[in-house]
């Protein structure tokens, strides 16, 4: 059983850069598939940036390019450096993990088990 809680978010002017870690605690994560999720009022969750277990990533297109998806194995932590963000990444971002993710689906959300309580990234 995997406890996540995100951290480092906040309000940045567009263009500039966070990175939102998430701490994870129950289970040695590099076992686990893990990703982050954003949700923007009025909107669905989507799926911004997964990693597996081999350590192959995947992101959604929209932030391909200015966002990575990285996790330390020493400190069981998932981080998501976001660079040249935009007004349209303003969101409350989420990590995720689960022991098992079929192929090709690391951004549905629906194939993960265990969430944290969200971190919110401003972009004005």
């Known amino acids: 059983h995997v406890q996540l809680v995100e951290s480092g978010g906040g309000s940045v002017q567009a263009g500039g850069s966070l990175r939102p870690s998430c701490a994870a605690s129950?289970?040695?994560?590099?076992?686990?598939?893990m990703a982050w999720f954003r949700q923007a009022p009025g909107k669905e969750r989507e799926g911004v940036a997964g990693?597996?277990?081999?350590?192959?990533?995947t992101y959604t297109d929209s932030v391909t390019g200015r966002f990575a998806i990285s996790l330390d194995a020493a400190k069981n932590t998932l981080y998501l450096q976001m660079n040249s963000l935009k007004s349209e990444d303003t969101a409350m971002y989420y990590c995720?993990?689960?022991?098992?993710?079929?192929?090709?689906?690391?951004?549905?959300?629906?194939?993960?088990?265990?969430w944290g309580q969200g971190t919110q990234v401003t972009v004005s």
């Open positions: 129950g289970a040695p994560v590099r076992t686990y598939c």
């Open positions: 995720a993990a689960d022991s098992v993710i079929l192929p090709g689906r690391e951004l549905e959300d629906s194939q993960y088990t265990y």
């Open positions: 990693i597996e277990s081999d350590g192959s990533t």
